[in-house]
């Protein structure tokens, strides 16, 4: 791609490089491959993503960096609690040593929802972050306090799987067609791949100082309404939880442990 940007200032360049391309009587077709590489790859995204629990009474999320495109699901840099700023500044929370070691429970089901959301049908809750965010600080107890205000009492990662199967059993009732097995005469209920659990959180989260990732960018998008994304119903509640059961929907690497309900 970097060569494709220095041949638009160098024609003797770009002349070389239709020869060996076998392009240099064919102009159109060259400039066909460089509209496509400049317009279709993605050769060095690394814009940082943001999860935001979907339409949440309350916004509660997560900031990721990224390499290539690649969300590091296991690392995340920052935990959203709070609206933007006055100033349309993302409010990030630095996730500190003392924020690691005292909610770690509460950031691991927060990471492990966020993978579940991202691999569902148009990745509700995701976007790219805006620029510039305003890093504060959070104390452990109110990032414990939002995710208990949102998903209730009880086991965090317990929570969360039975929020994800509940979203799964919604969406795959509202998009029967897409869900049947061949002799089926329901829908079916698809859980989040296996694999869905993040188990454990990465060392980057050991930082005693403020990360300054570099966030956003002219291509970042909005975040619009708190996690709002379409195609997937999310306000879950206590019913939906319950036909998820009597459906059997399971989350791979669910385990046993306090009940209740995940109301959003």
């Known amino acids: 791609m970097h060569l ?6 160098q024609p003797d360049m770009e002349m070389r490089l239709r ?35 979907p339409n949440a009474s309350r916004p509660l999320g997560l900031l990721f960096r990224a390499n290539k495109g690649q969300v590091d699901f296991g690392d995340p840099v920052g935990v959203l609690l709070r ?10 929370s630095q996730i500190t040593d003392k924020l690691q070691a005292q909610a770690s429970h509460h950031l691991e089901a927060l990471c492990t929802l966020a993978l579940g959301y991202w691999r569902m049908p148009r990745h509700s809750g995701w976007a790219l972050a805006p ?6 600080d959070e104390a452990p107890s109110d990032v414990i ?26 969406a795959a009732a509202a998009t029967p067609f897409l869900q049947r097995s061949p002799g089926h005469t329901g829908a ?18 050991n930082r005693s100082q403020n990360p300054s990732p570099h966030v956003g960018g002219s291509g ?24 998820a059961a009597a459906a059997g929907a399971t989350v791979s690497g669910g385990r046993a442990g306090s009940g209740g309900t995940a109301p959003l």
């Open 83 to 92: 609206p933007p700023a006055p100033t349309g500044q993302l409010r990030i």
């Open 19 to 53: 020869e060996v391309l076998n392009m240099a009587r064919d102009a159109e077709k060259y400039r066909n491959l460089t509209r496509m590489l400049t317009e279709k790859v993605v050769y060095d995204d690394s814009v940082p993503r943001i999860f935001v629990v």
């Open 131 to 136: 620029e510039s965010p305003c890093w504060e």
């Open 4 to 9: 494709v940007q220095a041949c638009r200032s």
């Open 220 to 243: 970042s998008g909005g975040l619009g309404a708190w996690g709002t994304g379409s195609g997937i119903p999310v306000t879950v509640k206590p019913e939906d939880l319950a036909a």
């Open 145 to 170: 306090d939002a995710f208990q205000e949102l998903f209730g009492q009880g086991d965090p990662l317990t929570l969360v799987d039975m929020h994800l199967a509940a979203v799964a059993h919604m």
């Open 188 to 205: 079916s209920v698809t859980p989040p791949p296996s694999g869905g659990r993040v188990s454990g959180l990465g060392s980057g989260l």
